[in-house]
């Protein structure tokens, strides 16, 4: 008489757990995924880009303010309520550049952002330093 052997179903229902396991990995990682997208398309936020251009040296309009406020625009020491005029008054204002201690406050720093707001600049860089 031949008996049927309980070892080998037993070892057939051990080997789909993995399997199992990762299916249910994927499932939550897509519905998370999925639930990210809506949420983005939701709000209709428009995720701004950033292209890192290669640095020339050229001639640009450059405002320096220090960690105490004070402004040096094309190398000359102005004062802050003279900001206005002196950008109203360029020729070229297609490019300006910000160099900002990076002590500034960002009160001080949105001051000289909101006056230049207001003016009809193309572009406007702010200068930055490359941690080694």
């Known amino acids: 008489m031949k008996l049927r052997n309980r070892n080998n179903q037993d070892a057939n229902d051990n080997n789909m757990l993995p399997l199992v396991n990762i299916i249910f990995l994927l499932l939550i990682f897509f519905m998370i995924a999925g639930v990210i997208q809506k949420q983005k398309e939701l709000y209709e936020v428009d995720l701004g880009?950033?292209?890192?251009?290669?640095y020339v040296e050229r001639e640009i309009n450059t405002i320096f303010i220090d960690d105490d406020g004070s402004l040096v625009f094309n190398d000359e020491p102005i004062a802050f309520d003279n900001l206005?005029?002196?950008?109203?008054?360029?020729?070229?204002?297609?490019?300006?550049?910000?160099a900002a201690d990076k002590e500034l406050?960002?009160?001080?720093?949105?001051?000289?952002?909101?006056?230049?707001?207001?003016?009809?600049?193309k572009k406007l860089f702010i200068m930055t330093s490359k941690d080694d």
Request: glycine share 0%; charged share 20%.
């Open 49 to 54: 880009q950033a292209t890192i251009d290669t």
């Open 84 to 98: 206005a005029e002196i950008v109203a008054n360029l020729k070229d204002k297609t490019q300006l550049m910000i």
């Open 105 to 121: 406050s960002a009160f001080r720093l949105n001051k000289v952002l909101l006056v230049l707001a207001n003016q009809d600049i």
